[in-house]
């Protein structure tokens, strides 16, 4: 049987390059979403809070207390999956 | 550190220091719960009335409308997901409006009431709270548009300040609820309820989106509910969908989608059943449930005629008509 010999070329290499990468980035992008998705199902969400705190500064937010809330008690935030690092 | 659980709304959000609830503005910052966009509106306009909509309370009254970023629902058709889904420290525009700025504005505007609506109010409830005691000291309405997810103590409380309200049953199906917007159905009728209790005019409003919630045994279910629980006289409105956000996959509802929903929900009982979104229908005007005289002619948010007595009644048989009018 007759078979072709195939030297692997630069181009090679470089698409076999580019399919790496971008497998790469799918399984971080997915990651990154899965790891947000279960800090956020929880019933809380993150925030920029540093842009937060900026605009309460600026006095374009504020700081006022609400009402209709209590301390989490131990039972509610072992529930909530635990806290901000 | 110090979490603090929200008690305003069905979700009960346990939310650790610098984390914000799932509505995006209700922060705790230092183990207590702030009201971040308290007074800083990212939206004002004057609308009429009609485009809240309330068809039966002060028709063509211009009304001082606004809301603040953030909701507590995620609906995937959401028309104003550039303001309800996102965080206060997120938005381009802020407005600085406490409860007296807003109170005054409104009524250099000539307007004779305060509409809290676009994004959901009940996310803002501290803001709509004292605005509401404000403008009610200064003799004037207030309007509350709201998706009703929120939990019945709080909201018999704001009802002291509220005159009407509009609230969107997006289905009367629980499935949907947790597969589009990310609630429950049992609150929202629970809320309702409420507010009939606690006299608040109330309109409902459903947008009916193809093959999704515009099955005809559902729509009449949910005429029966409200017939029942609300009373036959609540004005019910049939939205037309528009493709939004996530949801640009549906077509816009079907006229005759519409026109069946109207019909099945005038079989069931109600006596008021309105087409929304659509300029120029016939479901857009006011009809006595009597003899059919035409009371109220409407085209889109605008009214062409008014043919009620000062004292809203029919002028022809002079049948009570349900609603505030003057």
Same mark, same amino acid.
Not at chain 1, 48 to 60: P, R, V
Not at chain 2, 47 to 73: Q, R, W
């Given at each position: ?33 899965? !790891? ?8 809380? !969400? ?40 | ?29 230092? /183990? ?14 004057? #609308? ?21 970023? /953030?909701? =507590? ?6 028309? =104003? ?19 007296? #700025? ?26 709509? %709270? ?10 004037? %309405? ?36 947790? $597969? ?15 507010? $009939?209790?606690? /006299? ?14 515009? #099955? ?70 006011? %009809? ?17 005629? =008014? =043919?009620?007595?000062?004292?809203? $009644? ?13």
């Amino acid at each position: 049987m007759i078979q072709k010999i195939r030297h692997p070329r630069p181009r090679d290499l470089k698409f076999l390059g580019l399919v790496a990468v971008t497998g790469l980035t799918i399984v971080l992008y997915l990651d990154t979403g899965l !790891r947000l998705a279960g800090e956020t199902g929880s019933g809380w !969400r993150k925030l920029d809070l540093d842009a937060l705190k900026q605009k309460i500064e600026s006095g374009e937010l504020r700081e006022r207390e609400a009402e209709w809330y209590h301390p989490a008690t131990g039972e509610e935030t072992r529930g909530a999956g635990g806290t901000i690092p | 550190m110090s979490a603090v659980t929200c008690e305003l709304c069905p979700r009960a959000c346990v939310i650790p220091e610098g984390g914000a609830g799932d509505c995006r503005i209700r922060v705790n910052l230092g /183990g207590k719960l702030r009201a971040t966009t308290y007074g800083r509106p990212s939206a004002i306009h004057i #609308d009429p009335m009609e485009k809240k909509p309330l068809y039966h309370f002060h028709p063509g009254a211009p009304v001082f409308s606004i809301a603040t970023a /953030g909701c =507590n629902l995620h609906c995937l058709n959401c028309q =104003n997901w550039q303001l309800s889904q996102r965080g206060g420290e997120e938005m381009e525009q802020v407005y600085r409006a406490d409860p007296p #700025d807003l109170v005054k504005a409104a009524k250099e505007e000539g307007c004779k009431a305060l509409a809290y609506t676009y994004s959901d109010p009940i996310v803002f409830y501290e803001y709509v %709270y004292d605005s509401g005691e404000l403008a009610h000291r200064e003799g004037m %309405y207030n309007v509350f548009v709201t998706a009703g997810y929120i939990n019945r103590k709080p909201l018999r409380r704001l009802c002291k300040v509220l005159d009407a309200s509009n609230v969107d049953i997006k289905a009367f199906d629980d499935g949907f609820y947790r $597969r589009v917007n990310g609630g429950t159905l049992q609150p929202v009728l629970d809320g309702l309820v409420t507010m $009939r209790e606690e /006299g608040v005019w109330i309109e409902v409003t459903n947008l009916l989106i193809p093959t999704l919630n515009d #099955d005809l045994a559902m729509i009449r279910k949910m005429a029966r509910w409200v017939r029942d629980e609300l009373g036959e006289g609540t004005p019910m409105h049939f939205s037309r969908f528009h493709p939004e956000y996530r949801m640009r996959n549906l077509p816009p509802t079907p006229g005759r989608t519409l026109d069946r929903a109207r019909k099945e929900a005038m079989d069931a009982g109600l006596q008021f059943v309105y087409v929304g979104n659509v300029m120029g229908h016939e479901g857009g005007s006011t %009809y006595c449930p009597r003899d059919g005289t035409l009371l109220i002619g409407r085209a889109g948010f605008w009214i062409t005629e =008014n =043919n009620l007595t000062a004292d809203g $009644r029919c002028p022809t048989c002079n049948e009570k008509i349900p609603g505030v009018w003057t």
